[in-house]
């Protein structure tokens, strides 16, 4: 018995010391809680309009900016009052307090949500429903998402770079997913599945994604980051896409040109998976002493693979065969809009230069990300 309890006590030991702390877990709670809040919103205004400000969807939202917000609160009173000497001197100092770098940006994220709240319910009573998604109370609401987001991927990383192991590296890829995801949304615009075609698509995707990807992969300690945050951040859109048209629903606001009756789900999300297994595979073979060697190997594998899978993928979408309850096909399109041939068939258009141009900004993005991973590498507080 005494030589089973010696043996179990340092596996305890380990155990807890690879733990997530409870603020991990419930920052990435809150950025799961902003993201599906958001999917969710959109869903809403498609389906049903705007009926009040006081909608699940919005509840969603500002509860993870809450959870953000009171977390980076506690944060900072505890590291400031109750934490030892190498915990205060680890951590950033703001107006006499200390906190964790994440806690800061999750706080301010708190604020600038809750400022938008009163404000985007002003300018609807005024002017009525958005037709941008980046309105101004939007764009304040996006910065607060952005930042809440941000600061859970960091206090996520800081505990990564401080405790290695599978749990600390997952929580850490798992938001960077959620912040995958955040951009997508943001993006969403140009991103559309009917604009695959097009090239302000390719820029728009290779100037941000690469970014995200190759950062976020450069920092983790997992043998397969970018793979997994873009697997994150498709399976967060997939599960909205089976969920949510389970509710019923109708809308509320005229005119109404597509008949709705249950919740209308977001597009299939853009096959970032496929450039992201091609991230992982190279930088473990080109290694980070060269970032401007690896940049010019890694940002034209990103952008081959990723405008030949998302093609061909992007055909399947706008055909029949996409009319199903997986891929969503036209299922996603919302009441107010008129239906007709244009919602089969690609808009914009595509050029050699504008392909040109995309591919550049792969590069200009890919070698950032490289220079934001080795600095996130270095994150411990």
């Given at each position: 018995m005494e030589s089973v309890l010696t043996i179990a006590a340092p596996e305890q030991t380990r155990e807890r010391a690879t733990a997530l702390p409870w603020y991990v877990v419930a920052m990435a709670i809150g950025a799961t809680s902003v993201v599906v809040g958001v999917l969710w919103d959109i869903s809403w205004h498609k389906t049903i309009g705007r009926d009040t400000f006081w909608t699940p969807a919005h509840m969603a939202i500002y509860l993870g900016g809450l959870i953000g917000g009171f977390g980076g609160g506690w944060l900072a009173l505890k590291t400031t009052f109750g934490g030892?000497?190498?915990?205060?001197?680890?951590?950033?100092?703001?107006?006499?307090?200390?906190?964790?770098?994440?806690?800061?940006?999750?706080?301010?994220?708190?604020?600038?949500?809750?400022?938008?709240?009163?404000?985007?319910?002003?300018?609807?009573?005024?002017?009525?429903?958005d037709v941008e998604i980046l309105s101004p109370p939007h764009t304040v609401l996006a910065m607060g998402i952005i930042a809440i987001v941000i600061g859970a991927l960091l206090l996520a990383l800081a505990e990564q770079n401080r405790s290695p192991s599978r749990r600390t590296a997952f929580a850490y890829c798992y938001v960077a997913g959620m912040l995958v995801a955040s951009i997508a949304i943001l993006a969403s615009e140009y991103t559309t599945t009917n604009?695959?075609?097009?090239?302000?698509?390719?820029?728009?995707?290779?100037?941000?994604?690469?970014?995200?990807?190759?950062?976020?992969?450069?920092?983790?300690?997992?043998?397969?980051?970018?793979?997994?945050?873009?697997?994150?951040?498709?399976?967060?859109?997939?599960?909205?896409?089976?969920?949510?048209?389970?509710?019923?629903?109708?809308?509320?606001?005229?005119?109404?040109?597509?008949?709705?009756?249950?919740?209308?789900?977001?597009?299939?999300?853009m096959l970032l998976i496929v450039p992201a297994f091609f991230i992982d595979v190279l930088l473990r073979r080109l290694g980070t002493e060269r970032p401007w060697r690896s940049a010019l190997v890694l940002a034209p594998v990103f952008f081959a693979t990723f405008l030949v899978a998302q093609w061909h993928f992007a055909e399947l979408l706008l055909s029949p065969a996409a009319d199903n309850f997986f891929f969503a096909g036209g299922r996603s399109w919302a009441y107010f809009h008129r239906p007709g041939a244009w919602q089969t068939r690609f808009w914009g258009e595509i050029s050699v230069r504008g392909l040109g141009f995309a591919a550049f900004l792969a590069l200009l993005s890919t070698r950032l990300g490289l220079g934001w991973g080795a600095w996130m590498a270095r994150v411990r507080r």
């Open positions: 030892d000497a190498a915990t205060r001197d680890a951590a950033v100092r703001f107006w006499g307090f200390r906190a964790p770098l994440g806690a800061w940006l999750t706080i301010w994220g708190a604020i600038a949500m809750l400022t938008s709240a009163p404000f985007d319910d002003w300018w609807h009573n005024a002017y009525g429903l604009r695959h075609h097009s090239s302000i698509f390719y820029g728009v995707v290779c100037g941000a994604f690469p970014l995200l990807l190759v950062g976020a992969a450069r920092a983790s300690k997992l043998r397969w980051p970018a793979t997994s945050a873009a697997a994150v951040y498709t399976g967060i859109y997939v599960a909205m896409i089976l969920i949510l048209p389970l509710f019923p629903a109708e809308p509320l606001l005229g005119p109404i040109y597509t008949p709705v009756d249950s919740m209308v789900p977001p597009f299939f999300p």
